[in-house]
């Protein structure tokens, strides 16, 4: 049964900003509204996932959704929430980019031909042969400077500079809402709080040139408890392209939120119901230290990203470097994941010749790596059984063969409990 979508979005705390008159307006009839997605890179990355699942929730609540790329726009640069210009990309490399998003989009929103099946439209098509005159004489005419320098994401640049290329792109947004309201039917801009400027002077440009009424609805900016950005860790964004950021390290995002931030990434980031998320909240708050609470979401977010397959290998990476594991579940490790686990772990590199010849676990521990001081303290820590080879104990007389590389590569040798070293095989 569909949802109201401005009540499951008001619950789960995700709306900034409403114009008034939009609940009634989508309760009134099934709908179509669109978020706009810039194409800058060629993946999403988690600071997205907001927009994406305001859309999800949108065709939830039978509407109709349409994702526009911003393929023009993408040549602009949009000033909101920006402190200085973007460099500007060319059209090969925004189609690249517009085929990775939409790849992306489809594991969240259905693009069947069903009623509200999903639909992409990049706003290039409608821009492309649009003459600069007939743009000011028919669209410029309708929104007066005034007010498009009241707009805040205007005025926060008028001091340290705001080219006419940036200043334009309200109206150029604009537009897109006033082409796909007259060309689609949407009567609805959603995006981030951000935007709210740019949908704002697109619901004015509507009024002005056709008369139909437009509606707009903001998310809030999401924010950590302790204050630092969301979606940024040490290695930078995190991304939902597997090859920018590993499903490993995509998992360990989500499961090392802190309580009161995974309190609100469930709601946002997950389609649990109400019920089922007080019920998870309830379990975690008996026994915080299991953190049930961000395993549902980090668990819940990677099967939707990567798929099951990549949530498995996910969870036996984390087993990996924080609980029980075997050499079976290393050797199912790609490599990128391997080493994302074993970031920062000492390693050193042994010739594939020496190897073939025999390398022992005390060469492998001290002569040909320098892992350990001397050969004597490499065989003082193997008869304290304190050695492991791919996480299984091993003796003085340990010779490495083919078997023990993971990949053909590397090993993963472990001193103790918190030692680790990772002998590669050149």
């Not at 006419?164 to 947004?173: A, H, N, S, W």
């Not at 597997?242 to 360990?252: L, M």
């Not at 391997?338 to 590199?349: H, K, S």
Request: hydrophobic letters at 40%; a negative charge; aromatic letters at 10%.
């Amino acid at each position: 049964m569909p949802t109201n979508f401005i009540q499951e979005l008001t619950w789960r705390g995700m709306i900034h900003d409403m114009m008034p008159g939009t609940e009634e307006a989508l309760n009134k009839q099934v709908s179509s509204g669109y978020i706009g997605f810039d194409p800058t890179a060629d993946s999403l990355h988690v600071g997205h996932l907001v927009q994406i699942m305001t859309l999800v929730h949108f065709q939830r609540a039978g509407h109709k959704p349409y994702a526009l790329v911003g393929g023009a726009t993408g040549m602009v640069g949009d000033p909101s929430g920006k402190s200085k210009e973007r460099n500007l990309l060319d059209a090969e490399t925004l189609n690249h980019n517009v085929a990775c998003v939409k790849a992306q989009l489809e594991k969240f929103l259905d693009f069947s031909s069903s009623a509200n099946g999903a639909e992409m439209v990049n706003n290039y098509d409608w821009f492309k042969d649009f003459n600069f005159l007939d743009f000011i004489r028919d669209i410029g005419k309708h929104i007066s400077i005034n007010y498009m320098l009241s707009k805040d994401s205007v005025k926060s640049r008028l001091e340290t500079g705001l080219s006419f290329t940036e200043f334009t792109y309200q109206l150029v947004q604009g537009y897109d809402f006033y082409y796909l309201n007259k060309n689609h039917n949407c009567i609805i801009q959603l995006g981030g709080s951000d935007q709210w400027g740019n949908i704002v002077t697109g619901t004015e440009l509507i009024r002005r040139k056709s008369g139909n009424e437009a509606y707009a609805v903001t998310t809030p900016l999401i924010k950590k408890a302790d204050g630092t950005k969301f979606g940024k860790t040490e290695g930078g964004s995190v991304w939902l392209d597997p090859e920018k950021t590993s499903a490993y390290e995509f998992y360990q995002f989500w499961l090392n939120s802190s309580d009161l931030d995974a309190v609100n990434y469930i709601r946002i980031f997950t389609l649990k119901s109400k019920e089922e998320i007080e019920a998870i909240e309830k379990e975690h708050n008996e026994a915080p230290h299991l953190r049930v609470l961000q395993k549902a979401i980090a668990d819940d977010i990677t099967v939707r990203v990567h798929g099951e397959q990549a949530l498995e290998t996910a969870i036996a990476a984390s087993q990996i470097l924080f609980g029980k594991s075997t050499s079976d579940d290393l050797k199912k490790l790609s490599e990128k994941d391997f080493f994302a686990i074993f970031n920062g772990v000492p390693q050193a590199t042994v010739s594939r010749a020496d190897f073939n010849e025999g390398l022992t676990i005390v060469d492998a521990l001290a002569a040909k790596t320098g892992f350990l001081g001397s050969n004597g303290e490499a065989k003082r820590e193997l008869k304290a059984n304190a050695v492991a080879v791919n996480k299984e104990k091993v003796d003085e007389q340990f010779v490495f063969n083919a078997s023990h590389l993971i990949n053909d590569k590397y090993a993963l040798i472990g001193k103790g409990k918190k030692n680790n070293y990772i002998l590669i095989i050149d």
